[in-house]
T-cell receptor
Framework: EDQVTQSPEALRLQEGESSSLNCSYT??????LFWYRQDPGKGPEFLFT???AGEEKEKERLKATLTKKESFLHITAPKPEDSATYLC??????????FGAGTQVVVTP | GAVVSQHPSWVICKSGTSVKIECRSL??????MFWYRQFPKQSLMLMAT?????????EQGVEKDKFLINHASLTLSTLTVTSAHPEDSSFYIC????????FGPGTRLTVT
């Protein structure tokens, strides 16, 4: 059975304090690993898709990397507006996403 | 690009009534749309996969007669919660699949 585990559950950062979020997965036949950002009361906002080990993608202060068993979302010099819940999901061969529980990030000024 | 809308954004209904939620892909066509439910402090749980022109596929434990899904066109899918009860109160989110899944803003359903 496919499983997605995110850690930590919550992360409190000072503005400018870089950190990483972890997403470990077990899936039979990875069809893509996805990172989303979700603000309270809103739908998830697409950030990145990674398809193969060694792949990296960047967007502003965020960088996502992928190995055969896990993905990391690195937040460099975060700002308060980076506060959100970050969700990781894996896709199966039908395109269905299975989400992890998320990491709630709070960045304080 | 890749904008998905949902309507309504929130709805309050009485127990026993039905509620319809619309999901539209505004700037792309989506053969497949997905419906999720999210309870407070929890992650998204897939309810069903909606394919244009065919019957929806429901995840295990989701009552197909209670959650009616119609994918009328390549840009519109609807979810109807029939005979709603307080335990159906939740945040319902749809997504439309292009290369990635793009999510709508969600619909907050409260059943009193």
């Amino acid at each position: 059975e496919d499983q997605v585990t995110q850690s930590p559950e919550a992360l409190r950062l000072q503005e400018g304090e870089s950190s990483s979020l972890n997403c470990s997965y077990t899936v039979s036949g990875l069809r893509g690993l996805f990172w989303y950002r979700q603000d309270p009361g809103k739908g998830p906002e697409f950030l990145f898709t990674l398809y193969s080990a060694g792949e990296e993608k960047e967007k502003e202060r965020l960088k996502a990397t992928l190995t055969k068993k896990e993905s990391f979302l690195h937040i460099t010099a975060p700002k308060p507006e980076d506060s959100a819940t970050y969700l990781c999901a894996v896709a199966d061969s039908w395109g269905k996403l299975q989400f992890g529980a998320g990491t709630q990030v709070v960045v304080t000024p | 690009g890749a904008v998905v809308s949902q309507h309504p954004s929130w709805v309050i209904c009485k127990s026993g009534t039905s509620v319809k939620i619309e999901c539209r892909s505004l700037d792309f066509q989506a053969t497949t749309m997905f419906w999720y439910r999210q309870f407070p402090k929890q992650s998204l749980m897939l309810m069903a996969t909606s394919n244009e022109g065919s019957k929806a596929t429901y995840e295990q434990g989701v009552e197909k007669d209670k959650f009616l899904i119609n994918h009328a066109s390549l840009t519109l899918s609807t979810l109807t919660v029939t005979s709603a009860h307080p335990e159906d109160s939740s945040f319902y989110i749809c997504s439309a699949a292009a290369r990635e899944q793009y999510f709508g803003p969600g619909t907050r359903l409260t059943v009193t």
